[in-house]
């Protein structure tokens, strides 16, 4: 039998995956964070992701997070430890 996962809730900024840590001084690809964001996903092929501040995980709903690009948020999902990989819910802006 196996273990149902529980919905969970996460906190963080919506990065992406050549930038995981939220820091886009490096790649500075549009004067703000957001639009950094959305010239890696663009021209890098990058995937969307949540950093916490420690832990960076990957979401599997890629649409929805464009709109919440360099921004802080909070994430409703199942998270798969073993993938690092949150099965998205809902995204909303944080309080």
Same mark, same amino acid.
């Given at each position: ?31 703000? @964070?957001? *639009? ?15 950093? %916490? #501040? +420690? ?5 599997? @709903?890629? *649409? ?15 998270? %798969? #430890? +073993? ?13």
């Amino acid at each position: 039998m196996f273990a149902t996962q529980s919905r969970q809730t996460f906190s963080g900024t919506i990065t992406d995956d050549e930038c995981p840590g939220a820091d886009h001084s490096g790649m500075r690809m549009g004067p703000t @964070d957001a *639009e950094c964001v959305l010239a890696c996903i663009r021209a890098h092929d990058a995937s969307y992701v949540l950093y %916490d #501040g +420690k832990d960076v995980y990957e979401l599997s @709903d890629q *649409e929805k997070p464009k709109e919440f690009a360099g921004k802080r948020v909070t994430v409703t999902g199942t998270l %798969d #430890g +073993k993938t690092k990989t949150i099965q998205v819910n809902s995204i909303t802006a944080a309080r």
